[in-house]
C-alpha cells in the first residue's frame, strides 16, 4: 500500500514556554486511486475517434438493362486524358483520329499548357450532362500522377468521369510522343 507523510518538522517556535505539540502522522491509501487512473485511461481509448481514413467519394453509373447502352457518351463531349511517364499528359477531344492529328500534349501546371485550362475549356464549350472526362494510365505513369488527374476533377468539379484502361494504339501514340520529346500541340 501507498501512503504519503505529511508529518512536517519546520515551522515550530523554539523557546521557553512554548509547548511542542504531538504531530499525528497521517496516512493515505493510493491504491483506489490507480484503479480509478486505470478505469479513465480504459474509458479514454475506448471513447476516442481514431483518424478516419481519407477517401475520395465515388459515384458508380446506374445498371442498364442492355450493357451495350450503358457506357454511351456523345463524342462531342468526350475529352481522354492519357497519362504518360515522367509526368506527361495528353488528351484529345472526340474520338481518336487516325492519323493522330487531335492528338495533343500538355503538362500539370496552371498555366495555358496545362491540362487544367484544357479541362475548363472543355467544360465551358460543352453542355454539363454531355461532359465525360475519360483518364487512362498508362504502364509508365505514377500513381501521384493519377491522383493528380483525379485532384483536377475534383478542383474543376467535373461530375462524370472514368478511369479506364489504356488502349495499344494509345499507348503506342504515348510512347512515341515521350520518346520524341514533343512538348506542344
Do not use: W
Not at 11 to 21: D, M
Not at 25 to 31: E, M
Not at 52 to 75: H, R, S, V
Not at 155 to 179: F, G, H, M, T
Amino acid at each position: 500500500m501507498a501512503e504519503m507523510d505529511t508529518s512536517s518538522g519546520g515551522g515550530h517556535k523554539k523557546g521557553p514556554g512554548v509547548k511542542k505539540s504531538k504531530k499525528m502522522s497521517t496516512r493515505v491509501d493510493l491504491t483506489p486511486m490507480v484503479d480509478l487512473g486505470f478505469l479513465l485511461i480504459t474509458f479514454f481509448i475506448f471513447t476516442t475517434t481514431m483518424s478516419q481514413p481519407t477517401a475520395m467519394k465515388l459515384f458508380l453509373p446506374k445498371d442498364a438493362d442492355k450493357p451495350d447502352e450503358q457506357n454511351k457518351i456523345k463524342e462531342s463531349g468526350a475529352l481522354t486524358i492519357l497519362l504518360g511517364g515522367n509526368n506527361t499528359v495528353f488528351y484529345y477531344e472526340g474520338e481518336l483520329a487516325p492519323n493522330g492529328t487531335n492528338f495533343k500534349s500538355a503538362n500539370y501546371s496552371n498555366g495555358d499548357e496545362g491540362i487544367r485550362a484544357e479541362i475548363l475549356r472543355k467544360k465551358a464549350s460543352t453542355p454539363e450532362k454531355d461532359l465525360m472526362v475519360v483518364i487512362k494510365p498508362s504502364p509508365q505513369c505514377t500513381y501521384k500522377n493519377v491522383v493528380d488527374a483525379l485532384d483536377e476533377m475534383s478542383i474543376n468539379v467535373i461530375k462524370r468521369y472514368a478511369l479506364v484502361d489504356i488502349s495499344p494504339v494509345e499507348e503506342q501514340l504515348v510512347q512515341k510522343s515521350e520518346a520524341a520529346g514533343s512538348t506542344g500541340n
